[in-house]
């Protein structure tokens, strides 16, 4: 039994945004859930495509996306990230996360803007709960902030 399948059993959608080195089933080539409802993983492993690596390369076809000036997995040294800041696993990991956010309905408001003012003339069901954990895979090296 994990924190997220028992979230969901009491209504919570459960969903992941991040580095979580879950696992991955070699058989269907999909990551173990470990009770989530839905993952947005970046596993920072040149071993497995995840969502990060996705995005990356839909941005920025063919590129490495740990060019950083020459620092490998387990340098100390650091170094500026080579390229646009939108494209640091960083950045994708905090707008991913602010997406889930954003785009989960509540069932607080059903006016349609996404205001949340109030207004509930077609009131939904004011009990949908949402559980997200983000994890960052930065601090681990390669440093570059």
Known sequence: ?????????????????GKNHFGWYKTNHSYVTQGYD???LY???????????????????????LVTCGLGWNDWQAC???LD??????????????????NFDFGNDDDDDNSNDGDTNNAKD????MFLKVSYHRPHSP???
């Open 126 to 129: 004011a009990s949908k709960k």
């Open 38 to 40: 839905h993952l947005q």
């Open 80 to 82: 500026p990230y080579a």
């Open 85 to 102: 800041e939108y494209l640091h696993p960083t950045a994708w990991t905090t707008q991913t996360a602010l997406d889930v956010i954003e």
């Open 43 to 65: 596993e920072g492993l040149p071993v497995n495509d995840d969502d990060y690596n996705a995005f990356f390369q839909k941005e920025m076809p063919g590129v490495n996306p």
């Open 1 to 17: 039994t994990t924190l997220p399948s028992l979230l969901h059993e009491v209504g919570y959608d459960t969903n992941v945004v």
């Open 143 to 145: 440093y570059d902030p």
